[in-house]
């Protein structure tokens, strides 16, 4: 068993048997049970719940995507089977429409493609942009990677970059500008990036289609850099 593996068994091996966690996809697992992937006390997480397709069961209606369950857990081998749930916060329920619906998946897939641990101010990021309403998606989309970059203590320096102009290229290891970076980028991308990054005003900032394809090819590939 390689270090990261065991290291894997020990936290599971002693995660706490209560706390919150957040749907993030569910299948069927049979004809009665539901196989649920959930952000929680160790990150990424899979849950066998029983029955869980049953109209007469407790846990029916629950395991829904997108609900914050607090919930009681028992884990067999790599699979963590509820036991009881004390709360659920029902943010199923936010999809009113096709547009809150699709934004709301983006998130989650974000979650599953790119978070490998867990941290309470992570958690709480997610809840903040899964109930998040605006009109320009590509502009949360941009705030939120930056978030959660800053949360995960992996700022990039090109943050602090100043008086740059052109194209410039982007070390993925670290975020500076360096001739010998690995990325091309223009200029003008990295501007717009800190500025979303320092304004409390998301909601007011309108990008061109060009300059916001540019800023989130730069921090998908940053962040798939470091969740390799």
Partial sequence: MNTSESREKYYIGKMSTKGRILVLRRVRAGDQDLLVRAYGPVGVMDLLVRDGLLNTSAFFGVFEPFNVVEVDLSQRGEVAVPNDVMRVERLSYLCADFDRFRWMCWV????????????ERLFELFLSYLTVKGRREEVYRIKLKLEYLEASGLRPRFLGAES???????KLS????????????KAQVLRIIRRLYET???????LSPE?????EQLLDRFIEYHSR
């Fill in 200 to 206: 409390r005003r998301v909601g007011r900032v309108i």
């Fill in 174 to 185: 670290d975020g500076s500008v360096s001739p010998e970076g690995d990325l091309e980028v």
């Fill in 108 to 119: 989650a897939r974000f979650v599953l493609r790119n978070v490998r641990f867990y941290d």
């Fill in 211 to 215: 300059l916001a394809k540019g800023a």
């Fill in 164 to 170: 740059l102009r052109g194209r410039v290229k982007v």
